[in-house]
């Protein structure tokens, strides 16, 4: 079970940070984060390859997100900083398979959290 917490409305240039509650078996898997603004499909938006390891974030986020993640709690974070209005969106926690190469283009072999929005305005 994924259950994510933190969104929030904020205005653009703040910060936020999301949380993501990892239950059950989730060893051999990544863990990312996903969003869907609405009418748009949902885009992958960073991925950790286990703690300490290597992030890949998509290019919308690059230098204003930071992915981690502490196995001892299980837990998976995102700090958001310099927010736009343009990411306004429900941000899912996910956790999929190897490889990592276009893990976050791959969306059919996740296990899904129910989401928490954030909304900024500008």
């Known amino acids: 079970q994924l259950v994510e917490s933190g969104g929030g409305s904020v205005q653009a240039g703040g910060s936020l940070t999301l949380s993501c509650q990892a239950s059950g078996y989730t060893y051999g898997s990544y863990m990312g984060w996903f969003r869907q603004a609405q009418g748009k499909e949902r885009e992958g938006v960073a991925v950790i390859v286990h703690e300490g390891g290597s992030a890949y974030y998509a290019d919308s986020v690059k230098g204003r997100f930071t992915i981690s993640q502490d196995n001892a709690k299980n837990t998976l974070t995102l700090q958001m900083n310099s927010l736009k209005p343009e990411d306004t969106a429900m941000y899912y926690c996910?956790?999929?398979?190897?490889?990592?190469?276009?893990?976050?283009?791959?969306?059919?072999?996740?296990?899904w959290g129910q989401g928490t929005q954030v909304t900024v305005s500008s």
């Open positions: 996910a956790a999929g398979p190897p490889p990592i190469a276009k893990w976050l283009l791959r969306q059919t072999d996740k296990f």
